[in-house]
């Protein structure tokens, strides 16, 4: 397997995407935050003394997602055409999950995109409750699913939300 952000010297270099055609790139990607009971109900009822914690965690994903190429050092910058995020309520296991959907019309992928939306997603949900629970534990983030490109499509295997 070759890896592309290194020179022939090995050292690191922003891939150089200008000989790429434009195709339609999405991404999903996943993650999630498990909270202790009570602090779960709060989230559900919207009675966290912060406010509207998934309405917060939503902007601020989106946000993230759109500078992605700030936060990682050899992102390229992208003309988003698409960010949504979402969030599945699991109260089997008081689970929140966040989904990032991201899309663009380019030469790159968004899979870091979405990424790093669900991430401060995360984030933000843990920041906004950890006066309740501090206890709270954020993982199994990864990328669902990818479309477009020269490499094509593909789904996680490890996903257990997308359609195959």
Known sequence: MEFTHFDGQGHAW??????KED????????GSIFLSPPC?????????????VLGVARVAGIMA?????????LCHVLNLTKLALDFEMKEENYEIQAV??????????????????VSVALLTVYDMCKAVDKSM??????????TGGKSGGFVNPKSRSVDR
């Open 65 to 73: 997602a759109k500078k992605a190429w700030e936060l990682i050092p």
């Open 100 to 117: 990032c959907t991201a899309r663009v019309t380019g030469k790159t992928g968004v899979e870091m995109e979405a990424l790093t939306g």
């Open 137 to 146: 534990e954020i993982g199994s983030i990864y990328l669902e699913k990818k």
């Open 23 to 30: 195709t339609q790139r999405e991404a999903v990607a996943r």
């Open 14 to 19: 922003m891939v150089d995407v200008g000989g």
């Open 40 to 52: 779960y109900a709060m989230v559900r009822q919207g009675a966290m003394e912060k406010g509207d």
